[in-house]
């Protein structure tokens, strides 16, 4: 997966040193209900879109960048479904370390087609009806979704957040 450039400014100065990151994940429902994931290529893992933002990125914005940049998707934002951190630190195979804050967005696909593999991120794409998810989903990933099938029901409860 591609580094941000302006991580690699910081792993200059911290080198392999545990980061703070945030992210952003978006849980993408389409018109019939079914949910847009994509297969990691770092570890075979099925998973919602997500990404890290951008130094000044507004996170809704780096949200439907995401899904658009790796599924051909243009996803609208509808609301924020929870705010939690990774409580396990992710090593990577180059020895950096990092942990991240997440906010993921409720979204519904706009005009919703067939997604494609937009980048090297994943090795593919697809939507999948909230009962036939995949056995190899992402743990963080199945919390995310029913955070925010939960949001979906209920908005005026607003974002879950961890306690």
Known sequence: MPI???????????G???LWMP??????VH????????????????????GILEPGEQPAIAAV????????????????????SDPETVEYENGDRAQYLDLTFLCRAEGAGDPWVGD????????????????????SSRTRIAHALTYRTNPQNGPWFAR
């Open 4 to 14: 941000p450039d302006f991580v690699v400014q910081l792993r200059r100065s911290v």
């Open 16 to 18: 392999t040193d545990l």
């Open 23 to 28: 992210g952003v994940s978006a849980v993408v």
């Open 31 to 50: 018109d019939d209900g079914r949910l847009l994931l994509g297969r990691r290529s770092d570890n075979g893992l099925w998973a919602v879109v997500s």
């Open 65 to 84: 960048r995401e899904v658009l940049e790796e599924t051909g998707i243009v996803a609208v934002v509808e609301g924020l479904a929870s705010v939690s």
């Open 120 to 139: 090297d991120e994943s090795t593919a794409v697809g939507w999948f009806a909230p009962d036939a998810l995949p056995d190899t989903l992402m743990a």
